[in-house]
C-alpha cells in the first residue's frame, strides 16, 4: 500500500518486550508464579525526596501564584542547573543551553533520527530494538557493527566492514543488552574516528549510573575533543526509578554541526513542533532526584540492582556458561546451550522454570545464541530466582563455555 511507509513493513510483528509481556501475562493469568527478570523497569517505589517534591510542586501548581501551564519545550532552568551540576561532579563542562529535557532516551533518541536525510546509521548489534526500528521507520540505512566475545561486545571502528563518510554512530555504554562498558580507549578511538570522516556520535548513557569502575567514563564528554562530534542521551529511568514518570536530557554542544547544520538549533525546532515539554511537577521531581539525599536515594537503590546483576553473572560463571555483564550493568548477557536458539532457551526457561528472560534476537541477529536477564528484582526474590535457575540447568544438558 503506498499510502503507509513501508519503514513499518521492515518491523516485527510485535515489540519484542510487549511480545514477551503477553506470554508471561497468559502464565500469570492461569495462576502461574513468574520471576520476571526481561526487562530494565523499576521494581522499587519513588524514593521519600523525590516524592515529597512532586507532592509539593502539584499542590503548588493548584495555587493561583504557582499555577503553570505549558512548559518550556526544552526544560526549565532549575533542571538544566541541577544536570549541569551532575555533570560538574563527573569533571565534564555542559552549557545550560546545551541541555534539553525531554520524556525519555526512548523517545529523544528516536526522534533524533528526524534530523538527518540520507545518511548512514551504524548500529549496534546486538543494541537497543529502538535503534534499528528507528532507521527502519525514518527510512535510513542501518549497517550492523557486529558485537561478540572477539571483541568484548564493544566494537571499536576497526569492526567497521565498509568506509564510512559522515555517518551518525550510536555507541551505547554500558552496553544494552550486553552489560559491558567502553573503557576510555576505545571511546576515544571512536571520537577520533568521528572527527576524521566527519561523523556524529549518538551516545547512549541511559545506564551510567551502574558504573562501578573509575577508570570508566560516565559521559562520552570525558573524552578528550567529544564536544566535537557526540550528542549525549540521559536518563531518570534506570538511575531513580522514573519509568512511570518519564523524564531525559539530550546534549547538544552548542557548536556541534553535521553536514553543514547545527545540531542543537535543529533539534529546537524539531522539538518545538513535535514535543511539548515535560510537566513541570515531574521536572521538580527530577531535580529533586539530583539533590544531595534524591542521589542517596538512588544509589542505594541502583545498587540492590547492580548487585542481583552480579551475583546472577556469578552463578553463570560458577556453571561454566558463559556470559557478559552484571559488573557495570544491570543486564547479564549468557550464552545458550549448544545447539539451542535464544527464542528456545527463553521459552522453556518460561515455561519449565517460570523465569522470564529475554531471547537474544530481540537484540538483533547477533544476538542469536544469548539471553539477557535483568538486575531489576527485589532481593529477597534472589535466592528463589537463583534457585529455579540451577534446577533448570541442572536438569538442561548443561554448558560448556568453550564448546559455544
Given amino acids: 500500500?503506498?499510502?503507509?511507509?513501508?519503514?513499518?513493513?521492515?518491523?516485527?510483528?510485535?515489540?519484542?518486550?510487549?511480545?514477551?509481556?503477553?506470554?508471561?501475562?497468559?502464565?500469570?493469568?492461569?495462576?502461574?508464579?513468574?520471576?520476571?527478570?526481561?526487562?530494565?523497569?523499576?521494581?522499587f517505589p519513588l524514593g521519600k525526596t523525590v516524592t515529597e517534591a512532586l507532592?509539593?510542586?502539584?499542590?503548588?501548581?493548584?495555587?493561583?501564584?504557582?499555577?503553570?501551564?505549558?512548559?518550556?519545550?526544552?526544560?526549565?532552568?532549575?533542571?538544566?542547573?541541577?544536570?549541569?551540576?551532575?555533570?560538574?561532579?563527573?569533571?565534564?563542562?555542559?552549557?545550560?543551553?546545551?541541555?534539553y529535557v525531554g520524556n525519555g532516551t526512548k523517545s529523544d533518541i528516536s526522534g533524533f533520527f528526524d534530523l538527518f536525510g540520507s545518511a548512514s546509521?551504524?548500529?549496534?548489534?546486538?543494541?537497543?530494538?529502538?535503534?534499528?526500528?528507528?532507521?527502519?521507520?525514518?527510512?535510513?540505512?542501518?549497517?550492523?557493527?557486529?558485537?561478540?566475545?572477539?571483541?568484548?561486545?564493544?566494537?571499536?571502528?576497526?569492526?567497521?566492514?565498509?568506509?564510512?563518510?559522515?555517518?551518525?554512530?550510536?555507541?551505547?555504554?554500558?552496553?544494552?543488552?550486553?552489560?559491558?562498558?567502553?573503557?576510555?580507549?576505545?571511546?576515544?578511538?571512536?571520537?577520533?574516528?568521528?572527527?576524521?570522516?566527519?561523523?556524529?556520535?549518538?551516545?547512549?548513557?541511559?545506564?551510567?549510573?551502574?558504573?562501578?569502575?573509575?577508570?570508566?567514563?560516565?559521559?562520552?564528554?570525558?573524552?578528550?575533543?567529544?564536544?566535537?562530534?557526540?550528542?549525549?542521551?540521559?536518563?531518570?529511568?534506570?538511575?531513580?526509578?522514573?519509568?512511570?514518570?518519564?523524564?531525559?536530557?539530550?546534549?547538544?554542544?552548542?557548536?556541534?554541526?553535521?553536514g553543514g547544520e547545527n545540531l542543537g538549533k535543529l533539534w529546537a525546532r524539531r522539538q518545538s513542533s513535535k514535543f511539548n515539554g515535560v510537566p513541570y511537577i515531574v521536572q521538580k521531581a527530577a531535580e529533586a532526584a539530583l539533590s544531595p539525599e534524591g542521589r542517596k536515594e538512588s544509589e542505594a537503590v541502583v545498587g540492590i540492582y547492580g548487585n542481583n546483576a552480579f551475583e546472577l553473572r556469578k552463578a553463570f560463571l560458577n556453571r561454566g556458561i558463559r556470559c557478559c555483564g552484571g559488573v557495570n550493568s544491570p543486564y547479564v548477557w549468557v550464552a545458550c546451550p549448544k545447539n539451542a536458539t535464544s527464542a528456545r532457551t527463553a521459552d522453556d526457561l518460561l515455561n519449565r522454570a517460570g523465569v522470564v528472560v529475554t531471547p537474544g534476537t530481540g537484540f538483533g541477529k547477533n544476538g542469536e545464541g544469548f539471553i539477557r536477564l535483568s538486575g531489576f528484582l527485589k532481593p529477597e526474590k534472589l535466592p528463589e530466582l537463583l534457585g529455579r535457575l540451577n534446577s533448570f540447568y541442572d536438569r538442561s544438558c548443561g554448558f560448556i563455555g568453550e564448546d559455544l
Fill in 1 to 43: 500500500m503506498k499510502t503507509i511507509n513501508k519503514g513499518f513493513r521492515k518491523l516485527g510483528r510485535d515489540y519484542i518486550f510487549e511480545e514477551i509481556g503477553k506470554k508471561a501475562e497468559e502464565k500469570e493469568n492461569r495462576g502461574e508464579e513468574l520471576i520476571r527478570v526481561s526487562t530494565g523497569d523499576a521494581v
Fill in 55 to 99: 507532592v509539593s510542586a502539584a499542590a503548588e501548581t493548584g495555587t493561583d501564584e504557582g499555577f503553570r501551564g505549558y512548559p518550556p519545550v526544552s526544560g526549565y532552568g532549575f533542571l538544566k542547573c541541577a544536570i549541569r551540576r551532575k555533570y560538574l561532579g563527573l569533571r565534564v563542562e555542559v552549557k545550560e543551553n546545551e541541555i
Fill in 121 to 258: 546509521v551504524i548500529v549496534p548489534d546486538p543494541g537497543y530494538p529502538v535503534y534499528g526500528d528507528s532507521c527502519a521507520i525514518s527510512g535510513l540505512k542501518a549497517e550492523l557493527l557486529k558485537g561478540s566475545f572477539e571483541n568484548g561486545f564493544l566494537p571499536a571502528p576497526c569492526d567497521l566492514k565498509t568506509p564510512v563518510r559522515k555517518a551518525v554512530i550510536i555507541l551505547c555504554s554500558p552496553a544494552n543488552p550486553t552489560g559491558e562498558a567502553y573503557p576510555e580507549e576505545v571511546l576515544r578511538s571512536w571520537v577520533l574516528f568521528a572527527i576524521r570522516t566527519r561523523s556524529v556520535i549518538l551516545f547512549d548513557a541511559a545506564y551510567e549510573a551502574y558504573i562501578k569502575d573509575s577508570t570508566i567514563p560516565r559521559s562520552i564528554y570525558a573524552v578528550e575533543g567529544a564536544s566535537l562530534c557526540a550528542v549525549e542521551f540521559g536518563s531518570f529511568s534506570k538511575s531513580a526509578g522514573f519509568t512511570g514518570l518519564r523524564c531525559s536530557y539530550t546534549i547538544i554542544p552548542e557548536n556541534l554541526r553535521f
